[in-house]
């Protein structure tokens, strides 16, 4: 997928809130002093009155926006994945989870694609610390379309959303006339007979390309993209599993937690599946390119290529 256009979905993100801020008068945004780097300083532009620089302090960041929901606001609070999510969960989880608030929580720079930034900032945990929150959303977007759709269906909807984006540019896969999001459902990208693929995130441009090159192997691969992991489309999930016997999953996050231990908690209850999990082995990510990491941990198209071959055979 060299030739195919790439961006980076924090910008996506940034772009979109300044496309909803139109649409939603209501909506503002807060960042913790990183609105460069996690892109809401276009709607900072766009809208001052609407932009709340909190400082290096995510967790009193999380209160203004819990007490802006409680007076009719829909508040965007942005940072790090790192950040958001693992320095602030006590407070996402009693101010924001807990009485069930309006406030939606963009998690940028989430992933081994933070790259030289190294493990303290490879945030791969965030999906398994959001899932545990009673009520909470988690949306794990592919592409630049995707994203942007994402941000408008968690503007749209009442209730606490978090939405994970990654530092580095991935294909643009979903600009086709025919695109829809709809929260909490799955979209099939591929027909398969052989083994299901699940991915999320950036591993859905992966998946594609590894299902290519088992066609080639002679291996029928069914690709899905989960992009929204809770609630998780079970019906899709079951519905494949049943179809090809065998599953993978792949995500740019550890595999305890985040999108296959989802998948094996529906299929080990409803549907018991053989299943192999690509992502972060239970190790912390390291520095070093975004794409020398990506190849390093079997995240790219030739490494999901190589663990599916080896799972079916």
């Known amino acids: 997928m060299a030739d195919v256009k790439k961006i980076a979905t924090r910008d996506s993100y940034g772009n979109a809130l300044v496309e909803c801020g139109a649409d939603f008068p209501n909506l ?3 960042d913790a002093d990183l609105a460069n780097a996690t892109k809401t300083g276009v709607f900072q532009k766009a ?3 609407r932009h709340i620089d909190c ?3 995510e967790c009193n960041m999380t209160g203004i926006a819990a007490g802006l929901a409680t007076c009719g606001k829909i508040p965007f609070i942005s940072s790090f994945a790192m950040f958001a999510t693992g320095r602030n ?3 996402v989880r009693n101010s924001i989870g807990y009485p069930h608030l309006n406030v939606k929580i963009g998690g940028t720079h989430a992933g081994i694609t933070v790259g030289e930034d190294g493990a303290t900032h490879q945030c791969n945990e965030d999906i398994a610390l959001m899932r545990t929150i009673p009520g909470m959303t988690v949306i794990v977007p592919a592409d630049d379309v995707e994203a942007r ?4 269906a968690a503007a749209e909807y009442v209730g606490p959303v978090y939405l994970r984006f990654g530092r580095a540019g991935v294909p643009v896969i979903n600009d086709r006339p025919d695109y829809k999001f709809e929260m909490g459902k799955g979209v099939l990208l591929r027909e398969g007979k052989d083994v299901t693929i699940i991915a999320t995130g950036i591993t859905v441009a992966s998946a594609l390309e590894a299902a290519d090159m088992l066609a080639a192997d002679g291996i029928s691969a069914e690709v ?3 992009h929204t992991i ?3 489309d079970e019906e899709l999930v079951i519905a494949s599993a049943k179809k090809t016997g065998k599953v993978v999953t792949a995500e740019e996050h550890s595999v305890i937690g985040g999108l296959g231990s989802a998948v094996c ?3 080990s209850q409803k549907c018991p599946t053989l299943v192999h999990r690509i992502g972060m082995q239970d190790v912390f990510g390291e520095s070093g390119t975004a794409n020398a990491l990506v190849e390093k941990y079997g995240l790219d198209g030739k490494g999901v290529y190589a663990s599916v071959k080896d799972f079916v055979k």
Do not use: S
């Open 28 to 30: 503002v945004v807060l």
């Open 47 to 49: 809208y001052p009155d």
């Open 230 to 232: 809770k609630p998780l």
């Open 224 to 226: 899905i993209n989960i």
């Open 149 to 152: 759709a994402a941000v408008r």
């Open 89 to 91: 969960f006590e407070q």
């Open 265 to 267: 908690d529906c299929l």
């Open 55 to 57: 400082g290096i302090a």
